[in-house]
């Protein structure tokens, strides 16, 4: 079993407290020796026995720096907490000002929402009726402001639309038309492409020269058979050249 946990009190055997005031003095000094070197602190101890003697460890064997060190650290320290009691202070005055200010400010919000009315003397009361007129000619004006912005925005975006459809109107018109000269376009090469079109224009040409064959036989009667040039024809042009 390991050992319990030692009751902190004061040892009553005056032997046994000797004892443990060395031991633990020199364990003391010996942790204090320790964490100055390993951990480079600064570190001062002071012990007084019972008897008054005095025991002590500096580091480098500098308590007086030490101390000093101590002393300007502490005054700061009290500066500090005095310094903090005063704001402490000064804003314990401030929320008290402030507390009271919104106090006023919501019982005003009342008066004005028609609420708490009876504490209010005449003259209070023209006063806050002064300043509902004055609000509301202020809510007035600010609204009707925006209403005029609001009209002046909506016919702004009515014209740019109109602009826009006149746009697309004439583009639209400017399409059918191109459309309406291409489908006549494409409707003229298909009359000229048909073959009663093509059938036309030769048999044309063949009756002119059907005419010109007439004339020229009699002039030729002269000119022996075997010096003409024959040209034979197609079996349906011979029939378009009789009729």
Excluded at 23 to 49: M, N, P, Q, W, Y
Excluded at 173 to 178: A, G, L, P, S
Excluded at 187 to 216: V, Y
Aim: proline share 2%; hydrophobic share 30%; net charge positive.
């Amino acid at each position: 079993m390991g050992r319990g946990r030692v009751q902190l009190k004061r040892i009553e055997n005056k032997v046994n407290r000797q004892v443990t005031f060395s031991k633990r003095r020199s364990g003391l000094l010996k942790k204090a020796h320790e964490i100055s070197v390993l951990c480079d602190a600064e570190v001062a101890l002071i012990v007084f026995s019972t008897k008054g003697k005095l025991y002590e460890y500096s580091t480098d064997s500098c308590m007086e720096r030490i101390l000093e060190r101590y002393e300007r650290y502490a005054y700061a320290q009290s500066q500090l907490i005095a310094t903090d009691l005063e704001s402490q202070g000064s804003w314990t005055l401030e929320y008290a000002k402030l507390k009271a200010r919104m106090e006023v400010l919501q019982k005003s919000q009342r008066n004005f929402m028609g609420e708490d009315l009876d504490s209010l003397s005449l003259k209070e009361l023209q006063n806050l009726e002064q300043q509902l007129d004055n609000s509301l000619k202020s809510t007035r004006i600010r609204k009707n402001q925006l209403m005029y912005e609001s009209l002046s925005e909506l016919h702004k975006k009515g014209k740019a639309l109109q602009e826009e459809h006149d746009l697309l109107t004439a583009k639209v018109q400017e399409k059918e038309k191109e459309q309406a000269e291409q489908a006549q376009w494409n409707q003229q090469n298909q009359d000229l492409d048909s073959p009663s079109f093509l059938l036309q224009q030769p048999l044309h040409a063949l009756n002119i020269s059907g005419n010109c064959l007439a004339r020229d036989s009699g002039d030729d009667q002269g000119i022996p058979p075997q010096n003409r040039t024959n040209t034979p024809l197609p079996a349906w042009m011979l029939r378009h050249v009789n009729k």
